[in-house]
């Protein structure tokens, strides 16, 4: 069960696998993950965590609630 704090690149695609998105794919810039026709940008890997707040606009992004994210 993620909770809603910082994580690293690998556990944030582990658990939006997890809630049924596939990839990631390689696009222009950054890689994306698809579920339901709707495209959720990853971040880059770089040194540090994914902080809070992207996580947040991430979520929103996929349309995930912060209930659900917390009950995987």
Do not use: K
């Amino acid at each position: 069960m993620p909770r809603f704090a910082p994580l690293s690149r690998r556990e944030l695609i582990r658990c939006l696998r997890q809630l049924g998105f596939s990839g990631p794919v390689a696009g222009t810039r950054h890689e994306y993950m698809e579920r339901s026709g709707r495209r959720v940008r990853i971040p880059n890997p770089h040194r540090g965590n994914v902080s809070q707040d992207l996580l947040a606009e991430i979520l929103r992004q996929a349309g995930i609630s912060r209930g659900e994210w917390e009950a995987l």
